[in-house]
């Protein structure tokens, strides 16, 4: 650790301070997250420098120990990201890291631009990538081996005379050891003599398998002595699992992305990797009390990326503690350790009861208490009310995915009767496509509020928009909370494929109020009768979440 | 391998019988996929019987060796699967397998009617679920563990005598045996000696990392000598490493599901599954062909459950071989395996360069070729297409699963100009819910047919079913051919989910005329505009097809 402070100029910067919050030498195994530089490269993620610093707040606060920001010099807004990062950002926990190739062949170390943006950055780390398979020297870097090793050495050399703590990438470095072994472990003594304190063996084209990185891990270790670190792609689906076989085999630094973005399959999750150590191999990686922010850093990621989070993700999904077998509700209600391979408070997320007709009893149970329900002991209701929905399952209806319809009929159920805020008399909608090639659609709803009849009409640009307004403008009067309301999403599925046009529809629609959002059902011949039936869903629990009280 | 016909009333399930084009013995290692069965129970996904019998058809022809179809006697649904499974499916390589439990305790296995469901369903072969954890035998079974163990083995000698084959599915094994090693193998041995060929160690909750699965599961092969299958979850986002793990241990039976569907985060997938271990371990699991068909398999499974495909999914993922063009793009062409870890067409992917968008002029002219067109040489007719397809692309349309629509186009550009049967003036759709609750569905075109003004209407049971006889009926004077044209299948996606009811909205549907199947595609600002395009593009492909010429 050789960083002096007139050469990083922030102090908060300054590597080698072990974490305050952290037991142990926090330097001991890195936790390095290249989102930022890596998992920009994933199809689909455009970050501003805004989206950038954002996401360095949260990796900074989840406590990864790295935070690898870009390339300084290659595109003007990574530059701007590292002078925005030290101003700005008062790191607690992770040193920022610029990413940035060996010097140019034929070109002393200090004369390359390149190389010399990196000191510029400021940034306390710099990450050298390099080639480490001849064959790639020859036909992208178009230079002899010799000259590679010279490249590395001589930039590692450089970086470290300007006080900045190196970490060397050795690119396609698999690939390579299996077709030059000897050269790819002399790029590997190269880098480390040089002065680089990590030297990273990635799997750039992602093909490995786990126990291949194992047993080359080792190899490298015994041959080299060198401290490793691991850089796995996705490209098998083993990133996480070929991450963890080089921690088993010696590797103290891990590189990955939040939620796993990278470029084509994506990079190793940082959230199943910490997860892993800290939870399964009982390694402390990360601050005390940083998983359990897991769940929340995730999705913020993802918020600040602009992807929908992944539902399925491991630990942090909304679906990763959901249970939908009715065979296993019983004895989850006895001892909900023996079903979820961790307490999922553990990683901020929570249990949830999906209610399906695979479902019995005792997940409707579960789920009423979920919603404020207490229904145990009432073994006739919760026996209608687990016959209320496989029937209405089987007609289509699905309340997995609509909590505020299963609530309705919940609530329907234990007050033994149906109130709503309005009936319905009749609605019609009329679709036209004009001679001049324009649409239009109207629709007209008929209604009983509060003992008064209202008939109002709506324009849309379909038939369920119009449809919605014309509902909108029938209630709003009646009921201003309304215009708080927002649909937030709109699905619709055709159940039985197979028979054409005539199958049933059901339509899910969510609704949002600034503060929460709910979900329902609606099932009907037809695109429109069934998105009537969730929109008056919508409406009803809407109304009731707004605390008023239904009269009809 | 001990079945008779008269227990299995299709001799084409009888079990045993080597697939003729598998090399070796097709029985050497087991390519298990419960999509249908433990896939089906992740968040979101709900199969009619069809949708049932569209997946088991795609895996069948994939090459999977066994599919469980459902649980036969535990939903009327899973029961109608496999009646309709024996009589409407040819299998060429998979045996059908039905799931159950061991018998209730304390009632004989033939006495127990969910166990006598599993028989009644036909299929050659029967997986039977076991608790192998002492702990859930006590809580979730209450009963003792010497019962369990009567439990298995009664039921499956019951099952053997009956001349199906058994696998036992031992339930939370890897937990169990962490918990209680010695009742954990005293399952696998009750089992196996009571005549089941193959016991699977499923990992149910999913926590389980690859170091742990390979250390476990040699030790119960030392133990028990038993032949062993592995069934992993996702939990931890190594369900494919630990698959693999399993099997370099010595398992020889793998439990997947396509894409990985599953409760919570999911199953191991499938895919990376049989790819890692025909592609990186060079074993032959798969018939001869079969890995090449995968990406279409994929997604075509997805389509089916409706689920978007995972763009980044490994290997079948639309982003699996995207490449960021630019830095390394002098060396891609070069030597394009530099930078992938397979050939993409292994898998039936391709590899794409980001700068350039999905469609390239190659897959034109070779899609061109496929439909009878020739159009090497034709740079600008190519150009103009790849253009055209980009554009429509962008504005949501898909031509990947509408070749009819695709091949409209390419005629359109070949041509010069747009012809069709007719011309459209104007249409409308009323859909009215009458005060008694009955609904009405109208609808009126206005169009030019050879010359004349046709106007017609249609009743139905939705706008677009209107809209449909409506055309019909003006078309079908002129064109008696369209009275053979029948929807088989239609589709409906909102393209952009957060935007409400206001999102566009893309239809596929697929015709056929008795002989053939096209699909054609639409988008538009509602259902029925887009519905409306679709069909549109259906009667005129059908009446191209059945060889007249258009007029307008």
């Given at each position: 650790?050789?960083?002096?402070?007139?050469?990083?100029?922030d102090?908060?910067?300054?590597?080698?301070?072990?974490g305050?919050?952290?037991?142990g030498?926090?330097?001991a195994?890195?936790?390095?997250d290249?989102?930022?530089?890596?998992g920009?490269?994933?199809?689909?993620?455009?970050?501003?420098?805004?989206?950038?610093?954002?996401?360095?707040?949260?990796?900074?606060?989840?406590?990864?120990?790295?935070?690898?920001?870009?390339?300084?010099?290659?595109?003007?807004?990574?530059?701007?990201?590292?002078?925005?990062?030290?101003?700005?950002?008062?790191?607690?926990?992770?040193?920022?890291?610029?990413?940035?190739?060996?010097?140019?062949?034929g070109?002393?170390?200090?004369a390359d631009?390149?190389?010399?943006?990196?000191?510029?950055?400021?940034?306390?780390?710099?990450t050298?990538?390099a080639?480490?398979?001849?064959?790639?020297?020859?036909?992208?870097?178009?230079?002899?081996?010799?000259e590679n090793?010279?490249?590395?050495?001589?930039?590692?050399?450089?970086?470290?005379?300007?006080?900045?703590?190196v970490?060397?990438?050795?690119e396609?470095?698999?690939?390579?050891y299996?077709?030059?072994?000897?050269?790819?472990l002399?790029?590997?003594?190269?880098a480390?003599?040089?002065g680089?304190?990590?030297?990273?063996?990635?799997?750039?084209n992602?093909?490995?398998?786990?126990?291949?990185?194992?047993r080359?891990?080792?190899?490298?270790?015994?041959?080299?002595?060198?401290?490793?670190?691991?850089?796995?792609q996705?490209?098998?689906?083993?990133?996480?699992?070929?991450t963890?076989?080089?921690?088993?085999?010696?590797?103290?630094?891990?590189?990955?992305?939040a939620?796993g973005?990278?470029e084509?399959?994506?990079n190793?999750n940082?959230?199943?990797?910490?997860?892993?150590?800290e939870?399964?191999?009982?390694?402390?990686?990360?601050p005390?009390?940083?998983l359990a922010?897991?769940?929340?850093?995730?999705h913020?990621i993802?918020e600040?990326?602009n992807?929908?989070?992944?539902?399925?993700?491991p630990?942090?999904?909304?679906?990763?503690?959901?249970h939908k077998?009715?065979?296993?509700?019983?004895a989850i209600?006895?001892?909900?350790?023996?079903?979820q391979?961790?307490?999922?408070?553990?990683?901020?997320?929570?249990?949830?009861?999906?209610?399906?007709?695979?479902?019995?009893?005792?997940?409707?149970?579960?789920?009423?208490r979920e919603?404020?329900y207490?229904?145990?002991?009432q073994?006739?209701?919760?026996?209608r009310?687990?016959d209320?929905?496989?029937?209405?399952?089987?007609?289509?209806?699905?309340?997995?995915?609509?909590d505020?319809?299963?609530?309705l009929?919940?609530?329907?159920?234990?007050?033994?009767?149906?109130?709503?805020?309005?009936?319905?008399?009749?609605?019609?909608?009329?679709?036209?496509?004009?001679?001049?090639?324009?649409?239009?659609?109207?629709a007209?709803v008929?209604?009983?509020?509060?003992?008064?009849?209202?008939v109002?009409?709506?324009?849309?640009?379909g038939p369920?928009?119009?449809?919605?307004?014309?509902?909108?403008?029938?209630?709003?009067?009646?009921f201003?909370?309304?215009a708080?309301?927002?649909?937030?999403?709109?699905?619709?599925?055709?159940?039985?494929?197979?028979?054409?046009?005539?199958?049933?529809?059901?339509?899910l629609?969510?609704?949002?109020?600034?503060?929460?959002?709910?979900?329902?059902?609606?099932?009907?011949?037809?695109?429109?009768?069934?998105?009537?039936?969730?929109?008056?869903d919508?409406?009803t629990?809407?109304l009731?979440r707004?605390?008023?009280?239904?009269?009809?």
């Amino acid at each position: 650790m050789t960083a002096t402070p007139q050469d990083t100029p922030d102090p908060a910067l300054r590597d080698g301070e072990p974490g305050a919050d952290v037991p142990g030498d926090r330097d001991a195994f890195h936790v390095f997250d290249t989102t930022l530089r890596d998992g920009a490269q994933r199809e689909g993620i455009n970050l501003t420098v805004a989206d950038k610093l954002t996401i360095a707040r949260h990796l900074d606060e989840f406590g990864v120990g790295f935070i690898e920001g870009g390339w300084p010099g290659a595109n003007p807004r990574d530059t701007e990201f590292f002078q925005r990062a030290r101003r700005e950002i008062d790191f607690r926990h992770a040193r920022l890291v610029a990413f940035g190739a060996t010097r140019k062949a034929g070109v002393a170390a200090d004369a390359d631009p390149q190389v010399r943006a990196l000191i510029d950055s400021g940034a306390p780390v710099v990450t050298l990538v390099a080639k480490a398979h001849d064959r790639h020297v020859e036909l992208a870097l178009r230079t002899t081996p010799e000259e590679n090793l010279a490249m590395i050495r001589e930039t590692v050399q450089y970086v470290r005379s300007r006080d900045r703590r190196v970490f060397v990438d050795c690119e396609h470095f698999f690939d390579g050891y299996a077709a030059n072994p000897g050269y790819a472990l002399e790029v590997v003594r190269t880098a480390s003599d040089a002065g680089a304190d990590v030297v990273v063996l990635c799997d750039t084209n992602g093909g490995m398998l786990p126990s291949r990185i194992h047993r080359v891990v080792a190899e490298v270790i015994s041959a080299t002595g060198a401290r490793l670190g691991i850089h796995a792609q996705d490209d098998t689906g083993c990133a996480v699992a070929n991450t963890l076989a080089a921690v088993e085999a010696g590797a103290t630094h891990v590189q990955c992305t939040a939620n796993g973005y990278g470029e084509r399959v994506g990079n190793a999750n940082l959230f199943p990797v910490v997860a892993a150590l800290e939870l399964k191999e009982n390694r402390r990686v990360l601050p005390p009390g940083a998983l359990a922010e897991m769940t929340r850093i995730s999705h913020a990621i993802a918020e600040v990326v602009n992807l929908t989070p992944s539902t399925h993700q491991p630990y942090v999904g909304v679906s990763a503690f959901a249970h939908k077998a009715g065979l296993h509700a019983s004895a989850i209600k006895v001892d909900p350790d023996l079903y979820q391979h961790i307490d999922p408070e553990l990683v901020g997320n929570s249990m949830r009861m999906l209610v399906s007709d695979m479902a019995g009893r005792a997940s409707v149970e579960l789920k009423g208490r979920e919603l404020g329900y207490d229904l145990t002991g009432q073994r006739e209701l919760v026996g209608r009310i687990v016959d209320r929905v496989k029937e209405r399952e089987l007609a289509g209806y699905t309340y997995e995915a609509a909590d505020a319809s299963f609530e309705l009929l919940l609530r329907d159920e234990v007050q033994g009767r149906t109130r709503r805020f309005f009936r319905l008399e009749s609605w019609r909608t009329i679709t036209d496509r004009r001679p001049d090639g324009e649409q239009e659609n109207e629709a007209i709803v008929k209604l009983w509020v509060k003992g008064e009849r209202v008939v109002a009409s709506g324009e849309g640009n379909g038939p369920v928009n119009a449809l919605d307004r014309a509902l909108r403008a029938g209630l709003e009067r009646t009921f201003p909370e309304l215009a708080r309301f927002q649909l937030v999403d709109y699905r619709v599925r055709i159940l039985e494929g197979r028979h054409g046009t005539q199958s049933a529809t059901r339509v899910l629609v969510t609704t949002g109020d600034g503060t929460a959002e709910w979900s329902t059902v609606g099932v009907g011949e037809n695109v429109i009768a069934a998105s009537w039936e969730a929109l008056q869903d919508a409406y009803t629990h809407g109304l009731l979440r707004a605390g008023l009280q239904p009269t009809e």
